[in-house]
C-alpha cells in the first residue's frame, strides 16, 4: 500500500521568515496530494491540494509543488505569521473510491 | 454553517462502558469517515463508508462499530471501551469521484478510565 513520510515533525521560525515541509510517497498512482492546517484544538481543514498533472500552485502566501518522478510533494508557506502556528498533514491518493494516506504531521510554530 | 457536526466534543467513560460518537454532515457528500488521531501516531482510519447502507474496516477497526444511519449521518459505537481507546475522535465527509479533500468536524475528546 501507499506509504507517506513526512518531515519536519517539529519547525519552528522567526515571524516573517519562509517554511518549508515536505512529504514523500511511495505509489506512483497516486495522483491527488491535498494539505491539511489543524490548529489546537480543531479538526483538520483543507487549505491546498495539488493534482499529478500540475506542478506547482499557489494561493496567497501558500503554495504547493510536487515532483512526480521522485515522488515528492512539498508545502512553502512565506512571510509567516504567528496565526500560521498549526499542525500540517499531507496526504497522498488515488483519488475515486481510495482512501487517501496521511503523513504523520508537522508542528510549526512561528515565534512573533 | 455547512459542514461536519460532531457529538459530543469531550467524554468520560469507565473501562467496560458503550457509548455512541455521533456524525452528521449537511453538504450531500456520499463518502464518510471515522478516524482516531493519537499523539505521534498521525489519522488512523477507524472505519469508512462510501455511500449509504455501506461500511468497510479501516487501519484500526477492532473494538470499534459503525452504523451508516442515512446520507447525513454516521455513528461510532464503542461497546465496551477500554483505555487504549482514550484518543481524539474525527468524522469527515468528502465528495465522491477523483481528487476531492476531507471536510473534518471538531473532534471528540475521549477518556477511559
Known amino acids: 500500500g501507499e506509504n507517506v513520510e513526512q518531515h519536519p515533525s517539529t519547525l519552528s521560525v522567526q515571524e516573517g521568515d519562509s517554511a518549508v515541509i515536505k512529504c514523500t510517497y511511495s505509489d506512483s498512482a497516486s495522483n491527488y496530494f491535498p494539505w491539511y492546517k489543524q490548529e489546537l484544538g480543531k479538526g483538520p481543514q483543507l487549505i491546498i491540494d495539488?493534482?499529478?498533472?500540475?506542478g506547482e500552485k499557489k494561493d496567497q502566501r501558500i503554495a504547493v509543488t510536487l515532483n512526480k518522478t521522485a515522488k515528492h510533494f512539498s508545502l512553502h508557506i512565506t512571510e509567516t505569521q504567528p496565526e500560521d502556528s498549526a499542525v500540517y498533514f499531507c496526504?497522498?491518493?488515488?483519488?475515486?473510491?481510495?482512501?487517501?494516506?496521511f503523513g504523520r504531521g508537522t508542528s510549526l510554530i512561528v515565534h512573533p | 454553517n455547512a459542514g461536519v457536526t460532531q457529538t459530543p466534543k469531550f467524554q468520560v467513560l469507565k473501562t467496560g462502558q458503550s457509548m455512541t460518537l455521533q456524525c452528521a454532515q449537511d453538504m450531500n457528500h456520499n463518502s464518510m469517515y471515522w478516524y482516531r488521531q493519537d499523539p505521534g501516531m498521525g489519522l488512523r482510519l477507524i472505519y469508512y463508508s462510501a455511500s449509504e447502507g455501506t461500511t468497510d474496516k479501516g487501519e484500526v477497526p477492532n473494538g470499534y462499530n459503525v452504523s451508516r444511519l442515512n446520507k447525513r449521518e454516521f455513528s461510532l459505537r464503542l461497546e465496551s471501551a477500554a483505555p487504549s481507546q482514550t484518543s481524539v475522535y474525527f468524522c469527515?465527509?468528502?465528495?465522491?469521484?477523483?481528487?476531492?479533500?476531507?471536510?473534518f468536524g471538531s473532534g471528540t475528546r475521549l477518556t477511559v478510565v
Open positions: 496526504a497522498a491518493s488515488k483519488g475515486g473510491s481510495y482512501i487517501p494516506t
Open positions: 495539488i493534482r499529478s498533472n500540475v
Open positions: 469527515a465527509s468528502s465528495e465522491d469521484g477523483e481528487g476531492y479533500g476531507y471536510t
